[in-house]
C-alpha cells in the first residue's frame, strides 16, 4: 500500500491535536515527547519538524486556541447590534461564552502560561494579541463615541488606553489570584479585580456606571482553582528542552 503523505498543516493540526488529548489525560508536565510521539504514531523528527521543543507545542495549542477565539469574535463583531456601549457588552459575552464552551480542554494548558518558566512565551503571545484586541475594540469605541453611549474626544488614544488596561489586568489578575488559599478566595479575587476593570473602563471610555457587566459565574471562576493550582506546583519537565532532548 503507498504511503500516504499528508500536507504539512493538517499534520500539524493532527500533532496538536494528539498533544491536547495528552494534556488531558496524561498532563503536560508529566508528558514526554517520546509519549506525544508514540500517541501520535509519528517519528520524534516528526515533533521537531513542527516544534522546536515542548515549550513551542505548548504556545502552538495556547495560539490555536486563542486564533478559534478571534476567529469567532471576527465573524460576531458584524452580527452585533444596538449602541457602541451595547455591542462592547456583546463582544464581552460572546468571549466570555466561547471560552467558557471549551474551558475543560483549555484548562489542559492554559495555566501553564503562568509558571515562571513560560513568563516569556506568556509575554510574546499577550504581545501578538495586542493588534487584534485592537481591531475588535476600535470599531465599538469610534460607535459609541458617535451614538453618545461614550464620551470619547479622541477616539485612537482612547482605545489605545482601553487595550492596555484590558490585557494588563488579564494577566495581573491571575498572577494574584494563583496565591489565593481556597477555590473561594480565587474566585473572589478574580472577580473583584475584573469589576473594578470595567468600572476603569466605563470611565475612560465616558460611559454611565453600570453600563458594563462581568460575565463570569462565580461557581465556574471557582473550578479555575485547582488547574491553576496544579500547574504552579510542578516544575515543567522540559520547557527549554533542545531538539534532542526527551
Not at 461614550?150 to 488579564?170: C, N, Q, R
Not at 459565574?217 to 522540559?238: R, S, W, Y
Request: net charge negative; glycine share 6%.
Amino acid at each position: 500500500m503507498a504511503r500516504v503523505t499528508k500536507p504539512p498543516h493538517i499534520r500539524r493540526e493532527e500533532l496538536l491535536d494528539v498533544a491536547l488529548q495528552q494534556c488531558t489525560t496524561v498532563g503536560y508536565d508529566a508528558l514526554s515527547i517520546d509519549q506525544l510521539t508514540r500517541a501520535a504514531g509519528v517519528a520524534k523528527g516528526t515533533f521537531y519538524y513542527y516544534f522546536g521543543s515542548k515549550q513551542d507545542m505548548l504556545g502552538a495549542l495556547v495560539e490555536r486556541f486563542v486564533d478559534g477565539l478571534f476567529a469567532s469574535l471576527e465573524e460576531s463583531a458584524s452580527t452585533l447590534t444596538g449602541t457602541g456601549a451595547q455591542r462592547f457588552q456583546q463582544l464581552l459575552n460572546e468571549a466570555t461564552a466561547w471560552k467558557s464552551a471549551r474551558l475543560e480542554d483549555a484548562m489542559a494548558y492554559i495555566p501553564l502560561l503562568y509558571k515562571p518558566a513560560n513568563a516569556e512565551l506568556r509575554h510574546r503571545l499577550f504581545d501578538a494579541w495586542h493588534d487584534r484586541t485592537r481591531h475588535l475594540f476600535r470599531p465599538l469605541v469610534a460607535a459609541g463615541a458617535a451614538d453618545g453611549s461614550f464620551d470619547v474626544a479622541d477616539v485612537d488614544p482612547t482605545t489605545d488606553i482601553v487595550l492596555s488596561l484590558w490585557l494588563g489586568t488579564s494577566t495581573s489578575v491571575m498572577e494574584e489570584a494563583i496565591s489565593s488559599p481556597s477555590a473561594t478566595d480565587f474566585a473572589e479575587v478574580v472577580l473583584r479585580r475584573l469589576t473594578a476593570l470595567v468600572t476603569a473602563v466605563e470611565r475612560v471610555l465616558g460611559a454611565r456606571p453600570g453600563t458594563f457587566g462581568v460575565p463570569l459565574d462565580p461557581e465556574l471562576v471557582q473550578h479555575l482553582h485547582a488547574p491553576f493550582l496544579a500547574a504552579l506546583e510542578t516544575e515543567p519537565a522540559t520547557a527549554s528542552t533542545p531538539r534532542r532532548g526527551r
